[in-house]
């Protein structure tokens, strides 16, 4: 069946190989992000991987104003994949010249935005549109450092405070049959995630990690959400499903 889908950090990593994999399904993909010139590459990746339609829409999922005219535009979806997020102390603009409790704060509300806010914007904003349909499924991208913490704490905070929303989303909408859940990633290599700071000895020690001894890639999320959306998984919401090569035990 030919669904409708949304797919939010498409423009690469994780969310770019979302849509690519779910384009062989030849669904209509509609693709968020804030850079136009790669949303419209991995576009052109998804049509000849054989999506039926293709619209790259660019925005900034952390400013409301902006949210709306572009889900004015976009319909109504079958499938909403909120992959969009960061480590906004990791990003190229960090203030990283700030100290003490003000780098704290900057990193934290940063990280509020950019994993929480972009999510709550894109999810809102469709709740408030009536444009999620009868039976949808929807996604949330959360993160090992939701469990175990992420240095700094303002990163694994926000992938948390994911969770929560979810439940209670799950529990909003199940009576039109939508589903909510959550994937939790570990270490995913061949993503921008990192900015070009993974370096080879952190690597090793990620992938040491791991029982089953190598790192994530997109496509092992991708498979995931896949399922979760699928008619497959037609009993499963308001769960959260780790994908971490057992980085992380349990829970
Ligand atoms: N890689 C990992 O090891 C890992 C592990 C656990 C969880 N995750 C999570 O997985 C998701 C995908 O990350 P990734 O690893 O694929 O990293 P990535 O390659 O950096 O992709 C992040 C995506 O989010 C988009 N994005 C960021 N801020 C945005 C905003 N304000 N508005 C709209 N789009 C925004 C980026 O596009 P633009 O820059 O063009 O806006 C990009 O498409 C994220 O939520 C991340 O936190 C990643």
Redesign the pocket.
Same mark, same amino acid.
């Given at each position: 069946m030919t669904r409708r889908i949304c797919i !939010? $950090? +498409?423009? !690469?990593?994780? $969310? +770019?190989r979302i849509a690519v994999d779910l384009a062989r399904e030849g669904h209509h993909l509609t693709l #968020? *992000?804030?850079?136009q010139n #790669?949303?419209d590459e991995v576009a052109e990746q998804a049509r000849a991987a054989g999506a039926t339609s293709v619209t790259p829409l660019a925005?900034? #999922?952390?400013v409301p104003e902006q949210v709306r005219p572009v889900l004015e535009q976009a319909g109504r979806f079958d499938v909403v994949v909120a992959?969009?997020? +960061?480590?906004a102390a990791l990003a190229a603009d960090a203030q990283t010249h700030l100290k003490g409790m003000a780098w704290a704060a900057w990193h934290w509300e940063a990280n509020f935005? *950019?994993?929480v806010l @972009?999510a709550v914007t894109l999810l809102e904003g469709l709740r408030e549109l009536d444009a999620l349909a009868e039976g949808a499924s929807i996604v949330l #991208? @959360? !993160?090992? *450092?939701a469990y175990r913490g992420s240095g700094s704490g303002s990163?694994g905070g926000s992938?948390a405070a994911l969770h929560p929303y979810a439940y209670d989303l799950a529990a909003a909408l199940g009576p039109q049959g939508i589903r909510v859940n959550v994937v +939790?990633? $570990?270490?995913? *290599?061949e993503?921008? &995630? &990192?900015q070009g700071q993974m370096s080879e000895q952190r690597h090793e020690t990620l992938v040491g990690q791991t029982l089953i001894g190598r790192a994530?890639m997109?496509d092992d999320?991708s498979e995931t959400v896949r399922w979760l959306t699928s008619a497959g998984a037609r009993h499963v919401t308001g769960q959260i499903i780790q994908v971490n090569g057992g980085a992380s035990l349990g829970h």
């Amino acid at each position: 069946m030919t669904r409708r889908i949304c797919i !939010s $950090g +498409a423009s !690469s990593g994780i $969310g +770019a190989r979302i849509a690519v994999d779910l384009a062989r399904e030849g669904h209509h993909l509609t693709l #968020l *992000a804030r850079r136009q010139n #790669l949303l419209d590459e991995v576009a052109e990746q998804a049509r000849a991987a054989g999506a039926t339609s293709v619209t790259p829409l660019a925005v900034d #999922l952390t400013v409301p104003e902006q949210v709306r005219p572009v889900l004015e535009q976009a319909g109504r979806f079958d499938v909403v994949v909120a992959a969009a997020g +960061a480590n906004a102390a990791l990003a190229a603009d960090a203030q990283t010249h700030l100290k003490g409790m003000a780098w704290a704060a900057w990193h934290w509300e940063a990280n509020f935005r *950019a994993n929480v806010l @972009s999510a709550v914007t894109l999810l809102e904003g469709l709740r408030e549109l009536d444009a999620l349909a009868e039976g949808a499924s929807i996604v949330l #991208l @959360s !993160s090992i *450092a939701a469990y175990r913490g992420s240095g700094s704490g303002s990163y694994g905070g926000s992938k948390a405070a994911l969770h929560p929303y979810a439940y209670d989303l799950a529990a909003a909408l199940g009576p039109q049959g939508i589903r909510v859940n959550v994937v +939790a990633p $570990g270490y995913i *290599a061949e993503t921008n &995630f &990192f900015q070009g700071q993974m370096s080879e000895q952190r690597h090793e020690t990620l992938v040491g990690q791991t029982l089953i001894g190598r790192a994530g890639m997109p496509d092992d999320v991708s498979e995931t959400v896949r399922w979760l959306t699928s008619a497959g998984a037609r009993h499963v919401t308001g769960q959260i499903i780790q994908v971490n090569g057992g980085a992380s035990l349990g829970h």
